[in-house]
Nanobody, 120 residues
């Protein structure tokens, strides 16, 4: 059974930075095609933040975070990171890591989420 475990969330002031980590156990990320980050703010739908194609390292970003967030991977540590800079109050949300096995439009495995709160 695969487990995705996020860490690194917390409270930060606007303009600050955080780095989220997503570690996989029970399965290597290499068995997935894509690993992504999503977020859900109170009262809002979950939204896509960023993703990385595991084999090539090609990245994708939501327009709202492009230029401020960077997704990366460490094959040896079986971990995906989300470096978040220039944080804004509107980035406040629970951030989830997810992995997609076959690019069918839906992610197959999800973490439990980590809270990010940006104060103004």
């Amino acid at each position: 059974q695969v487990q995705l475990v996020e860490s690194g969330g917390g409270l930060v002031q606007a303009g600050g930075s955080l780095r989220l980590s997503c570690a996989a156990s029970g399965r290597t990320f290499g068995r997935y095609v894509m690993v992504g980050w999503f977020r859900q703010a109170p009262g809002k739908e979950r939204e896509f933040v960023a993703a990385i194609r595991w084999s090539s390292g090609i990245t994708h970003y939501a327009n709202s975070v492009r230029g401020r967030f960077t997704i990366s991977r460490d094959n040896a540590k079986n971990t995906v990171y989300l470096q978040m800079n220039s944080l804004k109050p509107e980035d406040t949300a629970v951030y989830y890591c997810a992995a997609d096995q076959n690019l069918d439009g839906s992610y197959d495995d999800w973490g439990q989420g980590t809270q990010v709160t940006v104060s103004s």
